[in-house]
């Protein structure tokens, strides 16, 4: 009894705290949320309308209404039946009257020799092309899908035409006009975002793995070799971990303009390699010089020299600091928009150089934007929830732990 | 005999304290001893491209700052007030202020990207810092802690452009396209155009590095206050303190230290901040911060000078933190 009170009251007590909670994870979801339902709807349907209608229909019918109240609902009646013969809630009536001009020509026209209107004048293009669209959704014709890939479709190919989609140009032919071929080589467009993936991954993989292999070699360095000077060297490593990216590229894009290496994956490569090496370095030696002395110590018993211990040793069991840096390494390359901007710039576009130039010169194509946005945090995401444990590990160990 | 044994075994063993001193606080196994040369191959392929691309740069954008537009020779003033070979550093100190008098130049401080950088240290570190414990405190007292902390977590994973993208929606200025305006209009309001407001601009693109940065103070925090010891609390609940008492008197102050590396941390990654006001306004509508004001002065106006001194003075303001960081290091070295 005493403990079913206690358990009801830490039940009430907790409310708050799930509410804030709950609240908070909310108002962190939301707006990717947004962003990924908008990636799916139609290009019309996310010019027209927010993202957030998608679940509730009530848009469709009441636009174009007062218009068609207007200059139509005194004939034709409120549902579009009252005149006998002309059902406008006719699928098959209305989509021969789906756009404005077509209306238009119809009311101009002369019924049994009296114009369409009677007395009353011609609604205006706007308003015929409301009435369309009200009659639209009345008979049910032109209904938009709710969702579609089509958006994907376009940006992965780099179809920026407004109006359109890829799947559409190439069916009637207009796509060829634009210079796509409409087989699977239009994915490797320099306007579109397959290309800035594999430019991305080109990018990403050694400007990985390079850092690693180079950081496992001096984290073993200073935490399992004698040298002198071997502290100071290592305060003047954390010190550079700090030192901003942007105080170093003006200089080496003069380097890399003489060496021709402005526009090329190897000058990304190196850079990337250099900056990420100190902070690299740190987590490996703190996680090496974490190991055991015995471990080490029987192994030179047994007869082994540095390199064995370094390769059979240390290497395997730094297995989980390698996977927490690699998975650091990978987020902030991939994720770099300022170097690919100052070294690869339009040359070899990658994804976040790609998104930010769309950005500026897209203006409104949000349904583009957003489906862009989404290839690009494809890879981002898979690792992060995948190797999630990896990843806060690392974060640990970099600026708590020491 | 036995006395000189003994000396020597005494001295060895100084000398090896002493040599131990010097290269640092922890112990090689005396067997593990190589040749000299063998640290530094270890050692030889991080430090090439560091001296390369770390250190040689520094010292070549200190010089570059003391140097005319392309670097060809030394700058040159054009016009009074003129602070001759560092006539780059008044440019990057008082180009943006109206010195007319001390009123104009406070007003226009804080529409300068300094003001700026200031505006975002404080809103966003505090932001990050406050959020970030409370969702730790929060979350700790739940069953779906893990789920809450991956939805905080995974802007992390994103790229600042991608960010850029899902906040320009919802600030978009159309009601029908940003969810902001759709909210406010359906509350009778009319649309803002909030990116395109300053003031109000800047605020909101430190909500979005809020909303990317709360994560890493969250998790941080929160292994922090995973290691304060039950025992003390429920100690302190004993007693009679409640709740709010337990966590101002006890939990905060044993989880300070670690607020404090937060809080340095967030420092140093705000001053170094570029891609969301790049993508989100670039740098327009009085929102420029330290970095898109040296980017603009490289890359939009081609003069290296006035950029390298603007990067030599954003260096200067991050040594201080620089110097924590190394110096959290050796206290960190000095207990292992």
């Known amino acids: 009894m005493n403990i ?61 209404f007062p218009e068609y109240s207007q200059y139509c609902e005194e004939c034709h009646g409120a549902d579009g039946q009252a ?23 119809l009311l101009r026209q002369e019924i049994d020799g009296q114009p369409h209107m009677g007395d009353n004048p011609l609604p205006s293009i706007d308003e015929a092309a409301a009435i369309t669209a009200y009659l639209s959704s009345l008979s049910g014709t032109e209904e938009l899908p709710t969702f ?61 793995i390079l850092p690693l292999l180079f950081a496992a070699f001096a984290g073993y360095a200073f935490s399992w070799l004698d040298f002198p000077g071997r502290m100071w060297l290592f305060a003047i490593l954390v010190g550079l971990q700090v030192v901003p990216l942007q105080m170093t590229l003006v200089p080496i894009s003069r380097i890399y303009a003489r060496l021709g290496l402005n526009g090329t994956f190897l000058g990304v490569w190196l850079f990337h390699t250099g900056f990420g090496m100190p902070y690299a370095i740190y987590l490996m030696r703190n996680f090496l010089g974490g190991l055991p002395r015995d471990l080490f110590e029987s192994a030179y018993l047994d007869g082994a020299n540095h390199w064995t211990a370094f390769y059979r040793l240390a290497l395997p069991l730094a297995a989980p600091a ?14 770099d928009l300022l170097v690919a901007l100052v070294f690869l710039g339009g040359q070899r576009p990658v994804l976040t150089y790609q998104i930010s130039n769309m950005v500026s010169s897209l203006g409104a194509g949000w349904h583009l934007l957003t489906a862009a946005a989404f290839i690009s945090f494809l890879l981002p995401l898979a690792v992060f929830f995948g190797l999630q444990r990896y990843f806060v590990r690392g974060l640990l160990a970099g600026s708590v732990k020491g | 005999m036995t006395d000189v044994a ?41 430090l090439i491209v560091m001296t390369l691309f770390i250190v040689y740069p520094m010292i070549n954008t200190i010089i570059l700052s003391f140097q005319n537009a392309n670097g060809t020779g030394p700058v040159v003033c054009r016009g009074e007030p003129c602070w001759g070979i560092f006539e780059n550093y ?12 001390f009123q104009t130049a406070w007003q226009s401080f804080w529409v300068s990207s300094y003001g700026n ?22 979350a700790d007292r739940v069953r779906y802690e893990p789920t809450a902390k991956s939805i905080i977590f995974m802007p992390m994973a994103i790229s600042f452009v991608g960010a850029g993208v899902i906040w320009g929606f919802v600030y978009n200025i159309d009601p029908d396209i940003g969810l902001l305006n759709a909210i406010i209009t359906a509350l009778g309001g009319s649309r803002v155009a909030f990116l395109q407001t300053p003031g109000l601009n800047t605020v909101l693109l430190i909500v979005v590095g809020i909303w990317i940065w709360t994560g890493f103070a969250m998790t941080i925090l929160s292994a922090a206050l995973k290691g304060v010891p039950t025992e003390i609390i429920e100690a302190a609940r004993v007693d009679g303190a409640n709740e709010w008492t337990v966590f101002w008197r006890v939990i905060l102050p044993m989880i300070m230290p670690t607020v404090t590396v937060v809080i340095t941390v967030m ?46 003075v954003l260096i200067l303001v991050i040594i201080p933190f620089m110097y924590l960081n190394v110096k959290r290091f050796q206290e960190q070295e000095a207990m292992r």
């Not at chain 1, 947004?34 to 996310?46: D, H, K, W, Y």
């Not at chain 1, 210079?179 to 994915?187: E, I, K, P, Q």
Request: charged residues 20%.
């Open chain 1, 4 to 64: 079913n009170r206690d358990k009801v009251n830490k039940f009430f007590s907790k409310i708050p705290t799930h509410f804030a909670l709950i609240f908070l994870c909310l108002v962190w979801l939301v707006p990717t949320l947004g962003l990924l339902i908008t990636s799916f709807r139609p290009q019309q349907a996310v010019n027209e309308t927010g993202w957030w209608t998608v679940l509730s229909r009530k848009s469709a019918g009441s636009e174009g």
């Open chain 1, 83 to 105: 005149v006998e013969g002309v059902n406008l809630s006719d699928p098959e009536l209305i989509a021969r009257y789906s756009r404005s001009a077509r209306l238009l020509g």
């Open chain 1, 148 to 208: 579609t890939i089509n958006n994907y479709v376009d940006a992965l190919v780099g179809f920026r035409q407004q109006g359109s989609t890829y799947l559409e140009a190439c069916e009637d032919g207009t796509a060829r006009t634009l210079g796509f071929s409409c087989t699977a080589r239009d994915l490797l467009n320099p306007r579109g975002m397959g290309r800035a993936f594999i430019n991305s991954l080109i990018v990403t993989i050694p400007a990985t």
């Open chain 1, 322 to 335: 390698l996977a927490a840096l690699g998975i650091f390494q990978f987020l902030w390359v991939w994720n």
């Open chain 2, 6 to 46: 003994a000396r020597t075994a005494e001295e060895r063993q100084q000398e090896r304290r002493r040599r131990q001193r010097a290269s640092t606080g922890r112990r090689v196994p005396e067997i593990m001893k190589q040749g000299a040369l063998a640290p530094w191959l270890y050692l030889a392929p991080a």
């Open chain 2, 90 to 101: 008044r440019y990057a100190l008082t180009g943006e202020l109206n010195l007319t008098n």
């Open chain 2, 117 to 138: 950088n200031i505006k975002w240290i404080l809103l966003m570190v505090s932001g990050t810092v406050i959020l970030g414990l409370i969702i730790a405190l929060l």
């Open chain 2, 267 to 312: 420092i140093i990654n705000v001053l170094k901040i570029f891609d969301i006001v790049y993508v989100m306004t670039g740098g327009n509508y009085g929102t420029e911060v330290m970095a898109n004001r040296m980017y603009r002065e490289m890359y939009i106006n081609f003069n290296t000078g006035r950029g390298t001194a603007i990067a030599v």
